[in-house]
């Protein structure tokens, strides 16, 4: 659970592009992380519980998929206000 902010964390074993997207429950995209390439190692995202446009998200359950390489990783974040 995290309010207002959560940090993630990731590691790469070798170079790569990289793309954090968030979504709600019913499988909607709420706002993309981000999206660059990263080298080699431990890397972190903020997520402040805010949509694309900048408006807080309501209280509940979200999805962060990482994407790298042919990786996909799906961790569940619990927002609480």
Do not use: C
């Not at 309010?3 to 709600?24: F, H």
């Not at 080298?39 to 998929?65: I, K, M």
């Amino acid at each position: 659970p995290f309010n207002p902010t959560t940090t993630i964390r990731y590691q790469l074993p070798i170079a790569s592009d990289v793309k954090m997207t968030i979504y709600d429950i019913l499988g909607r995209e709420v706002t993309v992380l981000h999206i660059e390439h990263k080298n080699a190692g431990t890397h972190a995202v903020q997520w402040s519980g805010t949509n694309s446009f900048g408006q807080r998200v309501a209280s509940g359950t979200y999805f962060v998929v990482f994407e790298a390489l042919n990786f996909n990783q799906v961790q569940k974040v619990l927002l609480i206000k």
